[in-house]
């Protein structure tokens, strides 16, 4: 890989692994993009970090995941019961192959052995397997319940969270990386907690005990093993570590490399019109790159412990063979008890290889345990205020008191904004791209707090107001649809969950929607999947409309609400949105000037200022900035 290109990846995996700056996005509708689109607002929140290195509270996450085990404190116990139980009988078994072999097969006395006597200890014998196969199976199931209940508290409450995030939380993270960590960080987490728990229980007890009847048999050959211990230990921590640093980097860029995916998918169409594709394969192939080569050595130093310690075991193994046959011949020792201790000895390398097999697992799981505790770490919209009122019923009087916002403190959106809207007016708001039109509709909505000023709501600070009262008397609809896995009736009534299907159908009409719906093959009972991919632009639209119309709110935000619709069906809808806006505070923000003309007031705003108010004639009159923006002398940017 080139510098350049190497520069390139990097920027992605800064970009995709957490996304970088953008203007707010929210409400119902979905998001709203600022300057320059999506990540480009100026000015917009920053990015943190959010986890996705190296384990750096190793401890503090071992012991919040073993908090999600505590309501199943007593399956683990009859787990870990079950494997004392199976390592019990598999030792018990193994050593049982020592008075087999010295009473029935080579007798030590020259005796003959009996036939029936040797059937008889091989039933024991396997019925002593019997009942450790018994117990693995009785364990297996246990964790693996143990482990899905775990994980079923762990996605419900990263999903609780994400639900109490603010939407400056969403506008400096990528969806691919936070669904990365629903998916594949969680599933890490699920094999730890199913296998590898229990794997490594069972091979700490499974080398405790082979270790006591290894002494029990003869204590020379277990120096003997007991010497390649540290040999062994020493080779298994090396490969530990660097495999613990290729396995968080692996995390972070399969992150990154989802992120890409959902995004490029996501705007495809944007992709072919501005003939991206090549880019766009460039892009994908660096990062790709980059997940391949974390991948290798991930699994590389993964994979090469079971070898490496494989072949010290073998080592062990023949070292043991050698001086336990010395010791049959000139020290009397049993062959019974060499062919058991020789079985002890890779018995007793097995469960450290197993064990060091597991390290990568652990530190795979952990890595991708931090990434999700990140996202549950993240601090939560700012709870109400001790005080803080719910508005019933909500008149829609709202004042903006020389209010300055940015977001960032030391970069100012909003400088000195003030403005009244009373129920049933218009309030329009014109002017440049990156003006600070779509901020104001924000700041009303509480999704960001401003720095200075005051909002009020029919005389009521809204930070006094409860943000759930406070959005529930806010309707909202956004140039950007978004529509949810459904029916046509079940997307209208997000608007409001409890209305019945006539006043659904009132939205619809009240939105000019009733007529295409009807012409659905199923009418309202239509499914719509893919964001609605079976409707045109204008059509998803219109669903947003009637949404927002079922709400009953009194203050309605209309953000660009018509820009998808043709100018036919625009003035087909008209009608119906002077019906919605009747009684409402209204504010609309529009780039098609002609549909602000009957607005009572309009505000135009530049570089975060309101430099002319007044309605469509007195602003014409006055021949200044919208006068041009109006007559196309000077083009909105």
Known sequence: ??????????????????????????????????????????????????????????????????????????????????????????????YML?????????????????????AGALMVMAAVYLVGVGANYLQAKLMLTIAQNALKKIRNELFGKMQSLPVRFYDTNSNGDLMSRFTNDVDTIGQMLSNTLVQLFSGALSIIGTLILMLYTNIWLTIVTVVMIPLMMKAGGAVARRSQKYFSAQQASLGALNGYIEETITGQKVVKVFCHEETAQEEFELLNRDLRENQIRAQFFGGIMGPVMGNLSQVNYSLTACIGGLLCIFR?????????????????????????????????????????????????????????????????????????????????????????????????????????KTTITNLINRFYDIQSGTITIDGVDIRHIKRKNLRENIAVVLQ???????????????????????????????????????????GYDTMLEGDGANLSQGQRQLLNIARAALSRA???????????????????????????????????????????????AIMVLEKGEIIERGDHDELLAMKGRYYELYTGVSELE
């Open 1 to 94: 890989m080139t510098p350049e290109q190497k520069n390139r990846m990097m920027s992605l995996k800064r970009r995709y692994g957490r996304k970088t700056a953008s203007t707010p996005t929210a409400g119902p509708g979905g998001p709203v993009h600022g300057p320059g689109g999506p990540g480009m607002g100026p000015g917009g929140p920053g990015r943190r970090p959010m986890g996705g290195g190296k384990p750096k509270h190793t401890g503090d996450t071992v012991r919040r995941l073993m908090a999600y085990l505590h309501e199943d404190t007593l399956r683990m116990c009859l787990a870990f019961g079950c494997v004392i139980l199976n390592t019990f009988g598999t030792l018990a078994g193994a």
């Open 98 to 118: 020592r008075p087999i072999i010295n009473t029935y097969i080579a007798p030590t006395d020259g005796s003959r052995g009996s036939a029936a006597g040797l």
């Open 332 to 436: 009397n020792f049993d062959v019974g008890g060499l062919t058991v201790f020789l079985n002890f000895s890779r018995q007793f390398s097995r469960p450290i290889n197993e064990i060091s097999m597991q390290v990568s697992s652990v530190f795979s799981a952990l890595a991708g345990a931090e990434r999700v505790f990140a996202v549950m770490d993240e601090e939560p919209e700012a709870a109400d205020d001790a005080d803080a009122v719910e508005l019933e019923p909500m008149q829609g009087h709202v004042i903006l008191d020389h209010v300055t916002f940015g977001y960032n403190p030391d970069k100012v959106i909003l400088k000195d904004i003030s403005l009244y809207a009373k129920p049933g007016q218009k309030i329009a708001f014109v002017g440049s791209t990156g003006a600070g």
């Open 480 to 522: 950007d649809t978004h529509l949810f896995t459904g029916t046509v009736r079940e997307n209208i009534r997000y608007g409001r969950l409890d209305a019945t299907d006539e006043e659904v159908i009132q939205a619809a009409k009240t939105a000019s929607a009733h007529s295409f719906i009807m012409r659905l093959p199923k």
């Open 554 to 600: 009194p203050i309605l935000i209309l953000d660009e609400a018509t820009s998808s619709v043709d100018t036919r069906t625009e003035k087909h809808i008209e009608h119906g949105m002077d019906r919605l806006m009747a009684d409402r505070t209204t504010f609309v923000i529009a780039h098609r000037l002609s549909t602000v003309r009957n607005a009572n």
